[in-house]
Each structure stands twice: as C-alpha cells, then as structure tokens.
C-alpha cells in the first residue's frame, strides 16, 4: 500500500525559506522507474507542477520557479524534500507530494497516481 | 512549455446527464494526457493516464480519448460523487503542465 504525507511549516514570513518533507511508504525511490514529484495549488486557483525527483536521482524543475526550487531525496528515510526560497505571498498554497512511474516500454512517465493529503502553506508577515 | 487549455471553465450538469470535457494541448503530446478529479480538502485523484487507460478503481463511466493536441474526458450518466473540479495534465516532457480546471456542478 502506497501512502505519502507531507510535513512542514503552515506559516512562512515573507523572505523565508520554506522546507517541506514527503514522507512516504509502500516503495522505495531507489527501484527503477519510480518518481516523486511536488505539486501546489493556490487558493482558488489551479493545480502547478513544481519538481519531479526521479529513482535515478535526475530532477527536474518549474522552469519559472527553477531559480528557487531544490528538490531531494534520502533514500534511507523514505523522504523528499522541497524547498522554496525567498517566499512570497503568492506562493500562498496547499503543497502536494506524489508518486509517479516510468514506462520503460513508451519511455514517458503516466500520471501522478498516489498523493499526500497537502500541507497548507500561508505566506504572511 | 506546453500549455493545456481546457473548456469549458465550468459546467452545470444534472444526476444522470452525460458530460464531456475537452483539454487542448499547445503541441502535440502523443498519448501522453492524464486526467484527475480533484474535491475541496482533499487530494486531487487520478481518473484517466495515457488519455484513454483508466486507473485502478475509477468507476467505468468514466472514459477518456483523443491524441496529439485534442483531448476529451467523458462521465456516462453523472453522480452525485462526481461534481468536483476536474484537471488535464500532460507528462509529455517536462514541466508537466495542467490546465485551469473544469468546475461540474450540480443544475
């Protein structure tokens, strides 16, 4: 059974650094083709994909919050983490963590099917 | 980036009706157009992957097409469970791009 959770802060000053963990079960991000990636969605706004760690340890990011985004992985704890630095009220948002797979056989990730809860996120002084 | 455009923004539908939900991408995505429902406090779920495969559990009225840069969600007779808001998304090439949202809700 797969499970994930995300962990950190519900509130963040402006300028801060925000670190969040995807704690998650069921498999290991060290098997060949499997993938974790972050998704957020504002209040009232649309889901965003942020950044996908894959098994192999390859990232990609956003490229309009590359500058900002750094996603990790610590295989030992069955953890990623995503931070976001020098947050701004319009990173406002519900975080989301999810596991994704890699077909071999087409070579395209499928969609993200196992999601953390979301961990709200406020900005604000 | 590929963008994903999809109309209409919302919708009102009635228990029973038949919908469809239609996703653009801005170039060619092959098959690769996933599709998610996704209700207020909770996490959004993956209903259709590779445009037309339904995922484990997803009930059957649920059906997805197209390929290139057309895509449709189809729900076969609405129920009451299935007034949220749906996504597209591709997993063409990185950034995995979603579109704004469908809103269903009930007439």
């Known amino acids: 059974q797969i499970t994930l959770k995300e962990s950190g802060p519900t509130l963040v000053t402006p300028t801060q650094t925000l670190t969040l963990t995807c704690t998650f079960s069921?498999?290991?991000?060290?098997?060949?083709?499997?993938?974790v990636g972050w998704i957020r969605q504002p209040p009232g706004k649309a889901l965003e994909w942020l950044a996908l760690?894959?098994?192999?340890?390859?990232?990609r990011y956003s490229p309009s919050l590359k500058s900002r985004l750094t996603i990790t992985q610590d295989t030992s704890k069955n953890q990623v983490v995503l931070t976001l630095t020098n947050m701004g009220p319009v990173d406002t948002a519900t975080y989301y963590c999810?596991?994704?797979?890699?077909?071999?056989?087409?070579?395209?990730?499928?969609?993200?099917?196992?999601w953390g809860q979301g961990n709200l996120v406020t900005v604000s002084s | 980036d590929i963008q994903m455009t999809q109309s209409p923004s919302s919708l009102s539908a009635s228990v029973g009706d038949r919908v469809t939900i239609t996703c653009r991408a801005s170039?060619?995505?092959?098959?690769?157009l996933n599709w998610y429902q996704h209700k207020p406090g909770k996490a959004p779920k993956l209903l259709i992957y590779?445009?037309?495969s339904l995922q484990s559990g997803v009930p059957s009225r649920f059906s997805g097409g197209g390929s290139g840069t057309d895509f449709t969600l189809t729900i076969g007779s609405l129920q009451p469970e299935d007034f949220a808001t749906y996504y597209c998304?591709?997993?063409?090439?990185?950034?995995?791009?979603f579109g704004q949202g469908t809103k269903l809700e009930i007439k």
């Open positions: 590779t445009a037309s």
């Open positions: 760690i894959y098994w192999n340890d390859d990232k």
């Open positions: 998304q591709h997993s063409y090439s990185t950034p995995y791009t």
């Open positions: 999810a596991h994704i797979t890699y077909d071999f056989w087409s070579g395209y990730f499928g969609g993200f099917d196992y």
């Open positions: 170039q060619s995505i092959s098959s690769y």
């Open positions: 069921g498999f290991s991000l060290s098997t060949s083709g499997v993938g």
